[in-house]
């Protein structure tokens, strides 16, 4: 073996040892992560599950004003009591895993906390999450009015929260299910504009005191009727959004660069070896 390709195979050694080392050191300052901040997981909690209600500042909107004083010697116990049990005769929804919603205590505390940083200092400002993911369009069923694409961005906003992402049902009913009845588009128009009284299904339309047009309504129904002909697969996984840190292949961050550049020098000063021996 020539000095030189000694040399070069000794480098991808070397490299080779920097990358694995590299990519422990990344591991272990990732068991290190301290948990997330109650108050960021309140504040996501609450856009997930509450804004669409109570506005994304807590104004108010379909459901009532919370950045607000509370007239109590315990404004955490009473907001936690009101979260868990919801207010029964009206839309706003038991969330406690104890009453059959989707929270766990840890959960409920946090959004606790964060409602009660609305009080007297003000409300801070909360950027809504982004919703203008790229999705492939989704084809019409024939004959329906309204645009379908329109209705999937609309049903992520207000419907989501309660029917689950691919309306595969939540706190409210199963919606990705073959709708029975000569003109069902008719029937759901009615439903979503009215909601269902005596439930948890508010009226959304303009003309009931919801936030949503005639128009918007008509997207929702083009969208919902397309949500049977999803995969059944789609139904059961609710996309989950990809957790920054998690992907743990030895091939990810600097150490995986290093590893892979360490790579491609062996097999260089390998041929570089091979192209010496031949005669
Ligand atoms: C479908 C709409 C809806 C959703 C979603 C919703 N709420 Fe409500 N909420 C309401 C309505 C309507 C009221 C008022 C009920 C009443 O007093 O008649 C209310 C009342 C409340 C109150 C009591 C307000 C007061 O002044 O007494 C709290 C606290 C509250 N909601 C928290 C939450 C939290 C936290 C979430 C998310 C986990 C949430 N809500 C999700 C509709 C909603
Ligand atoms: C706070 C929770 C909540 C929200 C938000 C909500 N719903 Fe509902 N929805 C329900 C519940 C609960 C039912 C079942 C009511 C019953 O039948 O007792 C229901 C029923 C329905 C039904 C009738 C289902 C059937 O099988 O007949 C339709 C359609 C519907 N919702 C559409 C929507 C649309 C569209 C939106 C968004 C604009 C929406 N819902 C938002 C809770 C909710």
């Known amino acids: 073996m020539t000095a030189a390709v000694t040399r070069?195979?000794?480098?991808?050694?070397?490299?080779?040892?920097?990358?694995?080392?590299?990519?422990?050191?990344?591991?272990?300052?990732?068991?290190?992560?301290?948990?997330?901040?109650?108050?960021?997981?309140?504040?996501?909690?609450y856009l997930e599950n509450c804004a669409v209600c109570h506005g994304l500042d807590g104004q108010g909107r379909v459901g009532a004003e919370l950045a607000k004083d509370w007239p109590s010697i315990r404004p955490d116990l009473t907001v936690k009591t009101i979260i868990e049990n919801g207010v029964p005769g009206s839309?706003?929804?038991?969330?406690?895993?104890?009453?059959?919603?989707?929270?766990?205590?840890?959960?409920?505390?946090?959004?606790?906390?964060?409602?009660?940083?609305?009080?007297?200092?003000?409300?801070?400002?909360?950027?809504p999450p982004p919703t203008a993911t790229l999705l492939p369009p989704i084809t019409p069923v024939p004959e329906i009015?309204?645009?379908?694409?329109?209705?999937?961005?609309?049903?992520?906003?207000?419907?989501?929260?309660?029917?689950?992402?691919?309306?595969?049902g939540r706190v409210g009913a199963t919606l990705a299910k073959s709708w029975s009845g000569i003109r069902p588009d008719l029937n759901l128009r009615a439903v979503i504009a009215n909601g269902i009284s005596g439930s948890q299904m508010p009226a959304w339309s303009a003309a009931r005191g919801g936030p949503l047009s005639e128009g918007e309504i008509q997207d929702?129904?083009?969208?919902?009727?397309?949500?049977?002909?999803?995969?059944?697969?789609?139904?059961?996984?609710?996309?989950?959004?990809?957790?920054p840190g998690a992907v743990d292949s030895p091939f990810s961050g600097w150490g995986g660069v290093a590893v892979l550049l360490a790579l491609l020098v062996v097999l260089i000063g390998g041929a570089l070896l091979l192209q010496r021996r031949k005669p």
Not at 16 to 45: M, N, V
Not at 91 to 118: C, D, N, R, Y
Not at 149 to 164: D, E, M, P, S
């Open 91 to 127: 839309v706003m929804p038991a969330w406690s895993a104890a009453k059959g919603g989707p929270l766990s205590p840890a959960e409920i505390e946090a959004l606790t906390q964060f409602i009660l940083s609305w009080q007297s200092s003000g409300a801070p400002q909360i950027t």
């Open 220 to 243: 929702l129904v083009a969208y919902i009727l397309t949500l049977n002909r999803t995969s059944p697969a789609l139904l059961v996984t609710p996309a989950q959004p990809p957790i």
């Open 145 to 168: 009015e309204g645009d379908p694409n329109l209705g999937a961005r609309l049903f992520a906003q207000n419907c989501a929260v309660c029917h689950g992402e691919h309306g595969q």
């Open 8 to 45: 070069t195979v000794r480098l991808g050694g070397a490299l080779l040892l920097i990358g694995w080392l590299a990519f422990a050191l990344a591991s272990a300052a990732r068991a290190q992560t301290p948990p997330p901040d109650p108050f960021e997981e309140g504040k996501q909690l």
